[in-house]
DNA sequence: TTGAAAGCGCTAACAC
DNA sequence: GTGTTAGCGCTTTCAA
C-alpha cells in the first residue's frame, strides 16, 4: 500500500499524527485519541488508525506532546556518580519501578563534594522537564531547600524535610532497622559491647547505620566505643582494621557496609587475630561476593527493589492525585543472613 | 484573567520567556538570543536580561524548545538492569561523559531474557525523543537491526555492525586484549595450559574474553581445554571451580570477571586446593574489593572511563557534525595487576 | 543589532 | 463518537 506521492505532510522524513489521519481517513485528533487509548473511539476506527499509524512507522512525538499537555511523562533521578553496590542497586531498583509506572527516566549524577551538588542536579532535572523528582542517597550538604522546586519530590532514606516543598520519602527507617538488627545479633551472641565502623555521616544512610548501632546498644545498656570513620571502601576498611586489630579489647564490629567489612576482616586476619574466633564482624548490603569471600560474611540485606518500589508509588500518586491522600506502605521486614564471620565470643 | 500588574503572561505560575523579554524591555527573540548564547547581542542588553531572567527565576522550557528546533540535546542509554560492577561503571562513566558533553540523560534498562530487549528499548528512547543513543554492555540476541533508528548510535565493546544505521563503536578490542593479557600472564608464570571461566556467550563481553583467551593460548601453541560457563556471579563461579578442583590437571584459571574468580578461589580453598600454591586464578574489572579479599586477586582492570569518554566523543560528533569524518582514538593501555592469587605452578 | 510573524506537532476545550 | 479550533513556549525566517 504505497502511496502514490508524498505520504507525509512535509519533505520531513519522519510521519506525523496528520499523515496517519490521512491515511486512516480520520482527523488528526482521532488519531490522537486512539495513541492515547482515550474512550469514545469506535473499535474499528481505532483498529484503521493503528493499522495506519504501523504503516508508517508513526511514532508520537514527545516534545509536542509535552508542550501541549504540560506534562512530560518522565521522572528525573539525582543520584550518586559510584558504582557502589548500593546506590548501583537503587538505582536499577528505580528504574525498574519508573518504566513500570510507564514514565521516562532522566539522570543526573551528583559529583561528590561539589557543594552545589544535589541544589544544581535538581535544577538541571527541572530545565530538562521532569514531572517529579527523585533523590536517591541523599547527602546532606546544606542548602537543598534553596531550590525552587515546583514538582513531587522523592527522598529515599531520609525524611523528606530534607528538601522544601511537596516531599514525600520512603525507606527511611530501614537503614536504621536493619543496623541495629545487625549489632543486636553481635550482642545475642555474647559480645560485652560491639565497636562501629561507620560510613560518612554526611550521608544520610551513614547516619542511620551510626543510629541504628547507638540505639542497639542503649536498648542493653551497653557502653558505646568510639566510632571509627569509613570511606565505604574496602580500603577504608582496611585502615581502620589495623587499628582496631591493634586493641585486644575488640571482640566484635559491626561495618556499615561489606565492602569495609571485608577490608576490615582482610586486616584483622594479617593482624593475626582470626575472624570469628578472636573478632566477630558484621557487615551491611548483602552484596552477592559476601557469601564467597573467606570467611563468608554475616550481613543484613537491604531492601532496595521494594524501597524503590514503594517510594515511587508515592511520588507518582502525588505527581497525579496531589490532593488525595495514600498511606505509605509499612517498611520490609528486617533480614540478617547469618555467615560465617561472626560467632561467640571466645573464653579468655 | 490577566492580573493588572502581572508579571507573567498567564496565572499559570513559572515565568516564560515573554515575560522576562517585558521585564527586560526587549523582544522575547531576545531573550532566546542571549539564553543561547547566540552572536549580535549588544553586552548592555543581555545583561538586562540576564538580570530580569534571573529576578523572574526563569527556566527555559525544554519540551517547547525541543518542538521548535527538532533537536533534543538528550541522549539515551539501553543498559542492562543490573548492578554488576562492569554494566553499573560503564553507566557512571557514560553519565559523566554526557553530562560534560551538555546533553541530557535518558536511561531504559533492558530485562535479560526477554527477547525483544534491546529493540524495545531503543524504540522506548526514540519515542521518548534522543539525538543519539548509546548501547552499553549489548548482548546478542539476534535480530537488533530491525529497529529503525533515525539517530546516531553508540556501541560500546561491540562492533557497530552490530545495529543497523550511522553507527558508531568504542572500546571494541580492549576486552579482548586484557583477556589476552590475563592468560599471558597466566603462562608466563609456566602454566602449560590456562583453563577458561567463562562469561555467558550472548554477551560481547563474555564472547571477547573467551576470544582473547583463545588467542593467547593459540599464540603460544599451547592446547585450548574445553571452557566452563558461567554467568558472571559468584555462585556460578563457584559451581565451576568444585569441578575444576577435582580436575588435578588444572593449575592455572582466568575468570572471565572478578565475582566469578572469587567464588572460584572459594570453590577451590574448600576442595583443598591452595590458591596460589596448587592453583593460580586471574579475574577480570579489578572490583574494588580485589585487593582486600584472600588471596588478594590478580586481575585486569578495565578501562570504563576511557571507552566511555571517547565513545561519547564519537557519538556526539556524529550527532552535530554527520559529514566530518573522525578518527577513532586508540585504546587504552592494558593495565595487569598482579596480587597474590598467581604464581608459578609448582613443581611436581 | 533587534523585532515580527510563522510555525514545530501535539493536546484541550468545545462543537456537532 | 468524531471533528474543529486554539493554543502550549519556544526557534526560525525574514524584515527592519
Chains 1, 2 share one sequence.
Do not use: C
Request: net charge negative; glycine share 10%.
Amino acid at each position: 500500500m504505497t502511496t502514490p506521492v508524498a505520504a507525509q505532510s512535509k519533505g520531513s522524513g519522519t510521519p506525523r499524527s496528520v499523515d496517519v489521519a490521512r491515511l486512516a481517513g480520520v482527523s488528526q485528533k482521532t488519531v490522537s485519541r486512539v495513541l492515547n487509548n482515550e474512550p469514545y473511539v469506535s473499535a474499528e476506527v481505532r483498529q484503521r488508525v493503528l493499522a495506519a499509524a504501523e504503516e508508517l512507522g508513526y511514532r508520537l512525538n514527545n516534545a509536542a506532546r509535552m508542550l501541549a499537555s504540560g506534562r512530560t511523562r518522565s521522572i528525573g533521578v539525582v543520584s550518586l556518580g559510584t558504582a557502589l553496590f548500593g546506590p548501583a542497586s537503587l538505582l536499577m531498583g528505580i528504574e525498574r519501578a519508573v518504566r513500570d509506572a510507564e514514565y521516562a527516566l532522566r539522570v543526573v549524577n551528583t559529583v561528590e563534594g561539589d557543594a552545589s551538588g544535589i541544589t544544581g542536579a535538581v535544577d538541571t532535572l527541572l530545565e530538562q522537564g521532569v514531572d517529579g523528582i527523585v533523590i536517591s542517597e541523599p547527602i546532606d550538604e546544606g542548602h537543598v531547600a534553596a531550590v525552587r522546586v515546583e514538582v513531587p519530590v522523592l527522598v529515599l532514606g531520609a525524611p523528606s524535610e530534607f528538601v522544601a516543598s511537596r516531599a514525600v520519602s520512603a525507606g527511611v527507617g530501614v537503614a536504621e532497622q536493619l543496623a541495629r538488627a545487625a549489632t543486636g545479633h553481635l550482642l545475642d551472641l555474647g559480645h560485652q559491647t560491639v565497636h562501629h565502623l561507620a560510613g560518612p555521616q554526611q550521608w544520610y544512610a551513614g547516619r542511620d547505620r551510626l543510629r541504628g548501632w547507638q540505639t542497639a546498644l542503649a536498648a542493653r545498656g551497653r557502653q558505646q566505643p568510639a566510632v571509627v570513620m569509613g570511606d565505604w571502601s574496602a580500603a577504608s576498611g582496611y585502615a581502620a582494621g589495623r587499628g582496631l586489630a591493634a586493641d585486644p579489647s575488640v571482640t566484635a564490629v559491626f561495618a556499615a557496609n561489606d565492602d569495609m567489612a571485608i577490608g576490615l576482616v582482610r586486616a584483622l586476619t594479617e593482624a593475626g587475630r582470626r575472624v570469628p574466633e578472636d573478632v566477630s564482624v558484621v557487615g551491611f548490603d548483602d552484596i552477592p561476593l559476601a557469601a564467597y569471600v573467606t570467611p563468608s560474611l554475616t550481613t543484613v540485606r537491604q531492601p532496595f527493589d521494594a524501597v524503590a518500589r514503594e517510594g515511587l508509588r508515592l511520588l507518582v500518586h502525588a505527581i497525579e492525585k496531589p490532593d488525595v491522600d495514600l498511606t505509605p506502605a509499612n517498611d520490609p521486614p528486617v533480614e540478617l543472613v547469618v555467615r560465617d564471620s561472626t560467632a561467640a565470643p571466645s573464653s579468655r
